[in-house]
């Protein structure tokens, strides 16, 4: 069964701590999404990898960036975390062309006092 | 105006009945749509996929792409308790299937016994 794994289901971090988020896939998928979700926004795409070492950034990168090493491993990073980045963070992958999110990770809540 | 719009209910529907949930985009040359299957607490998952006008259906989900009105809806048959879910209606607004995905805010459907 397909699987991908975030590192944290609940964090809480405190304002201009530098944050990881990381997320885990076993599919060899070439695609890995980071999403963060928060109520009356929707899913909001925060950067993208289509292959190790290649990122993409998407509709709000701002104050993020990410690291892809190797294939299965997509890193997210709150440079200096701030309380509006408090949210709900999800991982996916997919594979092959068209940058759908095929396969979700558990998210992690992310809490900044 | 919002790029991907859905009423975010939410729509209750007895057991049995047909469920139709909308979604109408802004971007006349979005090429393919998704709908994705939210249940509280969990991570999105994709449930169907249209490329063309008309109608595609997968067991009791019927999903309805009109592109010259822009819109796509998914209708769900013979309603069950099981399909209560906020149901995320996504569409890549870039020409080919390269781009990456708009997300609309979701519909939530209750499916009352």
């Known amino acids: 069964d397909v699987k991908v794994t975030q590192s944290s289901r609940y964090l809480v971090k405190r304002t201009g701590e530098k944050v990881f988020l990381e997320c885990v896939q076993d599919?060899?998928?070439?695609?890995m999404f980071w999403y963060r979700q928060d109520p009356g926004l929707g899913l909001r795409l925060i950067y993208f990898s289509y292959d190790v070492k290649m990122k993409e950034k998407g509709d709000i990168p701002e104050g993020y960036s990410v690291s892809r090493e190797k294939k299965e491993r997509f890193s997210l990073i709150l440079e200096s975390a701030s309380t509006n980045q408090t949210s709900m963070y999800l991982c996916?992958?997919?594979?092959?062309?068209?940058?759908?999110?095929?396969?979700f990770g558990d998210g992690t809540r992310l809490s900044i006092l | 105006q919002k790029e991907v719009e859905q009423n975010s209910g939410p729509l209750s529907v007895p057991e049995g009945a047909i469920a139709s949930l909308n979604c109408t985009y802004s971007d006349r040359g979005s090429q393919s749509f998704f709908w994705y299957r939210q249940y509280s607490g969990k991570s999105p998952e994709l449930i169907m996929s249209i490329y063309s006008n008309g109608d595609k259906e997968d067991g009791r989900f019927t999903a309805q792409l009109n592109k010259a009105s822009q819109y796509v809806s998914l209708l769900i048959r013979d309603s069950q308790p099981s399909d209560s879910a906020t149901y995320l209606c996504a569409v890549n607004i870039t020409p080919g299937n390269t781009g990456k995905l708009i997300f609309g805010q979701g519909t939530t459907l209750q499916v009352k016994p």
């Open positions: 599919m060899d998928h070439e695609n």
């Open positions: 996916a992958s997919s594979l092959g062309r068209g940058l759908k999110p095929q396969h």
